[in-house]
């Protein structure tokens, strides 16, 4: 520890998290010529399950749900196929095994990808479970149980975050898994409850159901808490009309494993107070997710956090309490959960400390999508937000129902394909929300995002020459208000 106190310190920057931020941080900061190292590790999940390098989306996020979403899309693309005279005998069976080893070896090619990337860079990379020895200086133990201490000027905290348990409920921690597990199962979870209102909840129900599963989402209170509330509800009826049930307001209350390898699940309807059970193969909690920083003692470097979240308290910046360290990604409160935030965040942050930039992190106007089996794309506002910012006098909402051309062939339902533009209601009418349901919403809304981004008023995009057929023209065709009370049901040229 000698050398560290002496101010001859071991890296330029330490990254202590290898995720979506961390790994983009490392990667800009040896390309700007800086010594770098990233330490990441993972804890094994309750379960037993463990991964590589890469983070929560490359592992157990956003990669593999994509995947297993596109699975369950092509199963209603088969059953469409008979519609466009492919002769395909129905039903068509689904191979959980065959899915989820060719899913697992795409993300392990993935692990494989980020370390030779960091090697390439010339980044070391410490396969350790980091702790604070004091505000230059981590320790951590290897492989073989040797410590090691790594000094650096500046240091990045980038741990992200790991799914919530109900430890207060008997039987969650032994008998239920979460995100962390469901991707990397060898055999079919089968019939399966998620407990939780989360996008995480819904997409792992959505796909579960579309690949011919029994899936039951219990939901204790409202759906997609944070997103419009009137999409959120499209989502359900969607999902609830196409195969997935809901258990609406009802809380578990234990878990318990039966005689038979079944599991028992017992909750409270909390509405009526009655209680009820049910027998499952799977119990999933997908109930939020809390940030990893319990182990990185955090006080031995000084760095603040919140007592409510546990979230490290960052400026504008992405700065913490202590001048040197910073943190950005899931870990930090008050950011959207998000790999492409995280990126640009981390980049951002590394120009500003190495390459003479003073460009900050705009978290305005972020796009996302939610990858239930009828895709939900927004960017900007929700209308209650709009609202509540604004007042509804002066907000103005334009809306349609559209039905996809694909679907009118095949005979599918198109009762909850829905667009609608949150506006200013003074002219030019400035964009501050669009909220688009239906197929590949997020390709759709990563386009308009960059008009949203730029301020584009309800007038510009009413003056864009929509592409025909697509899902994404109903956008530039938007023409009844809410408030004009006209059906807006669009029936199509």
């Known amino acids: 520890l000698e050398d560290h106190l002496t101010g001859q310190r071991d890296y330029d920057l330490l990254v202590i998290g290898g995720g979506s931020g961390g790994l983009a941080c490392a990667k800009e900061a040896a390309q700007l010529g800086r010594k770098v190292a990233v330490v990441d590790y993972v804890e094994p999940s309750p379960r037993g399950t463990r991964w590589g390098l890469g983070g929560t989306c490359v592992n157990v996020g956003c990669i593999p749900k994509k995947l297993m979403h596109q699975a369950a899309l092509l199963g209603g693309l088969i059953r469409d196929a008979p519609h466009y005279g492919w002769e395909v005998a129905q039903p068509v069976p689904h191979d959980w095994r065959k899915m989820a080893e060719a899913v697992q070896n ?16 010339k980044v070391k990379y410490f396969n350790i479970k ?51 597990d469901i991707f990397w199962l060898k055999e079919s979870p089968g019939k399966t409850l998620v407990v939780g209102a989360s ?53 578990p209350s234990r878990v318990r494993r039966l005689p038979d390898g079944h599991l028992q699940v ?6 009526t107070g009655k209680e009820d059970t049910g027998t499952f193969d799977t119990v999933l ?19 603040d956090t919140s007592p409510d979240t546990q979230k490290i308290l960052v400026d504008s910046r992405e700065g913490t309490s202590v001048p040197h360290i910073y943190a950005i990604g899931d870990v930090v409160e008050g950011r959207p959960e998000l790999t492409p935030t995280a990126i ?26 939610v990858f239930t089996p009828l ?61 688009f349901l239906g197929p590949n919403a997020g390709e759709v809304t990563q386009g308009f995002a960059l008009g949203i981004k730029c301020g584009a008023s309800y007038a510009q995009v009413m003056r864009t020459v929509g592409i025909h057929p697509t899902c994404s023209e109903e956008v530039v065709k938007l023409r009844i208000s809410k408030r004009s009370g006209l059906d807006p049901t669009v029936t199509g040229c």
């Open 375 to 435: 895709e939900y794309g927004c960017v900007g506002l929700s209308e209650e937000e709009a609202v509540a910012r604004h007042g509804q006098e002066h907000v103005e909402v334009y809306h349609a129902h559209y039905k996809p051309l694909e679907f009118t062939v095949a005979g599918r339902d198109a009762s909850q394909c829905y667009v609608k533009m949150v506006c200013l209601r003074e002219p030019p009418q400035l964009v501050l929300g669009l909220h």
């Open 199 to 251: 996008y995480v909840a819904l997409e792992c129900a959505g796909f579960l159901t579309g690949i011919g599963l029994d899936a039951t989402v219990m939901i204790r209170s409202i759906p997609l808490r944070g997103f419009d509330q009137q999409m959120s509800s499209m989502v359900i009826e969607h999902m609830a009309s196409h195969g997935t049930q809901f258990l609406r307001g009802c809380a």
């Open 285 to 303: 909690w997908a109930i939020g997710r809390v940030p990893d920083t319990r182990s990185l003692n955090l006080e031995k470097a000084g760095v």
């Open 344 to 369: 640009m965040a981390g980049r951002l942050l590394v120009q500003r400390l190495f390459g003479g930039s003073s460009d900050l992190m705009d978290y305005d106007n972020v796009p996302t999508t």
């Open 106 to 121: 795409h993300v392990k090619s993935l692990n494989w990808g980020h370390r030779v990337q960091l090697q390439d860079r």
């Open 130 to 180: 980091a702790s604070f020895v004091d505000e230059h200086t981590v320790c951590g133990v290897a492989k073989g149980g040797k410590e090691i201490l790594l000094s650096a000027d500046h240091i990045i905290i980038a741990t992200g975050g790991r799914p919530r348990y109900p430890t207060h409920i008997e039987g969650a921690l032994e008998y239920g898994i979460t995100s962390d």
């Open 266 to 271: 017992t909750w409270e309807d909390r509405t």
